[in-house]
């Protein structure tokens, strides 16, 4: 029969131990001189705390929600990954800046040395290129997927591309071509040009790739900035079933890239190629990306996403309506 004196010692000495080293940060050492104690004889006491079940370690954080449903994303999709942050109410600006920061952090952890990063063009990207800063340089390669179009800043990718890979402190290689050709047989020639052709074969098995998620809503869509089309085929665009835009590809609720002529004369690749890529990181935030990024998760265009909270939730919300109504 043990002795309950003896058992009351031990345990008293296994907590005053616990208590310096995880509550007070001790090292096992400053523990050792604290105590009068060997630094084996500390290390032994942790590990019979550990095994007496004596120790439980509980991680909270005001932020638990975003945890759960970047859980429940991951659990109603194909996605492996999912990253949301809180939404600023009425300052889209800030939301999409904080979406930017957290996708630059999920990039840089995805990255090694080695690597070739893949981008396309769009604000979200922009965000993300704005808001990375790396303690240490990356030997990686950035590249475009999409040719370019020259005027607003997140529209040359060329530009972002040069930008992303000065501030990893890596190289570019660039598409000296325009996104969109005048014809398909147009388009056809420039990606057979050596220097697109190389670099659009370094895309299509990027190690990590960081896409934009496009509206083309008549209102507040980006996608208008590529290609300045009037209203009423804005309109049009709608009413033939397209919800978003990938790659510059305009895209249908499943994901299928449409039966829309523009999306034949591009140069870049087709979203059905990301899927030779390592890690496919979307980026996206905003009421009018719901169906969008719906869309691109039907077509399993993406193995993580990065979004806000309220977009976050619509995403969610008519991803268990469509299960429901399966």
Same mark, same amino acid.
């Given at each position: 029969?043990?002795?309950?004196s003896?058992?009351?010692?031990l @345990?008293?000495?296994?907590?005053?131990v616990?208590?310096?080293?995880?509550?007070?940060g001790?090292?096992?050492?400053?523990?050792?001189?604290?105590?009068n104690l060997?630094?084996?004889?500390?290390?032994?006491?942790?590990? +019979?705390?550990?095994?007496m079940g004596?120790?439980?370690?509980d991680?909270?954080?005001?932020?638990q929600r !975003?945890?759960?449903?970047?859980?429940?994303?991951?659990?109603? %999709?194909s996605?492996?990954?999912?990253?949301?942050?809180?939404?600023?109410s009425?300052?889209?600006?800030?939301?999409? +800046?904080?979406?930017?920061?957290?996708?630059a952090?999920?990039?840089?952890?995805?990255?090694?040395?080695? /690597?070739?990063?893949?981008i396309?063009?769009?604000k979200?990207?922009?965000a993300?290129? /704005?808001?990375?800063?790396t303690?240490?340089?990356?030997?990686?390669?950035?590249?475009?997927?999409?040719?370019?179009?020259?005027?607003?800043?997140?529209? /040359?990718?060329?530009?972002?591309? %040069? +930008?992303?890979?000065?501030?990893l402190?890596?190289k570019?290689?660039?598409?000296?071509?325009? !996104?969109?050709?005048?014809?398909?047989?147009?388009?056809?020639? !420039?990606?057979? @040009?050596?220097?697109?052709? #190389? @670099?659009?074969?370094?895309?299509?098995?990027?190690?990590?790739?960081l896409?934009g998620?496009g509206?083309?809503?008549?209102?507040?869509?980006s996608?208008?900035?590529?290609?300045?089309?009037p209203?009423?085929?804005?309109?049009?665009?709608?009413?033939?079933?397209?919800?978003?835009?990938?790659?510059?590809?305009?895209?249908?609720?499943?994901?299928?890239?449409?039966?829309?002529? !523009?999306?034949t004369?591009?140069?870049?690749?087709?979203?059905?190629?990301l899927?030779?890529c390592?890690?496919?990181?979307? @980026?996206?935030?905003?009421? +009018?990306?719901?169906?969008p990024i719906?869309?691109a998760?039907?077509?399993?265009?993406?193995d993580?996403?990065?979004?806000?909270?309220?977009?976050?939730l619509?995403?969610?919300?008519?991803? #268990?309506?469509?299960?429901?109504v399966?």
């Open positions: 029969m043990s002795n309950s003896e058992d009351y010692d @345990v008293r000495q296994i907590h005053s616990l208590v310096l080293h995880f509550i007070e001790l090292k096992q050492s400053e523990i050792a001189t604290k105590l060997s630094t084996s004889k500390v290390n032994r006491l942790i590990a +019979q705390g550990r095994k004596m120790l439980k370690i991680v909270e954080s005001r932020f !975003l945890a759960d449903y970047e859980t429940n994303l991951i659990a109603a %999709t996605l492996t990954g999912a990253v949301i942050t809180p939404t600023v009425g300052n889209p600006d800030t939301t999409l +800046q904080q979406v930017g920061r957290s996708a952090n999920l990039l840089l952890e995805s990255i090694r040395d080695g /690597d070739v990063i893949a396309t063009g769009g979200a990207i922009s993300v290129v /704005d808001n990375l800063t303690e240490r340089s990356f030997d990686v390669t950035v590249v475009p997927l999409t040719g370019g179009v020259q005027g607003k800043y997140f529209t /040359d990718v060329n530009h972002l591309a %040069t +930008q992303l890979a000065d501030r402190g890596g570019a290689m660039l598409v000296h071509a325009p !996104l969109f050709a005048e014809s398909s047989a147009q388009r056809d020639m !420039l990606r057979e @040009v050596g220097s697109v052709r #190389e @670099v659009f074969d370094l895309a299509r098995k990027a190690n990590v790739a896409v998620v509206s083309i809503e008549p209102t507040g869509s996608y208008y900035d590529l290609n300045p089309v209203d009423a085929d804005r309109k049009m665009l709608v009413g033939m079933g397209v919800v978003g835009e990938l790659l510059a590809y305009l895209i249908g609720a499943d994901g299928s890239v449409a039966n829309y002529a !523009l999306n004369r591009l140069v870049a690749l087709n979203p059905g190629e899927g030779a390592g890690r496919v990181i979307g @980026v996206a935030t905003g009421a +009018q990306k719901t169906w719906r869309a998760l039907n077509g399993n265009y993406l993580a996403l990065v979004l806000d909270e309220e977009t976050a619509s995403v969610l919300d008519i991803t #268990e309506r469509s299960h429901h399966a």
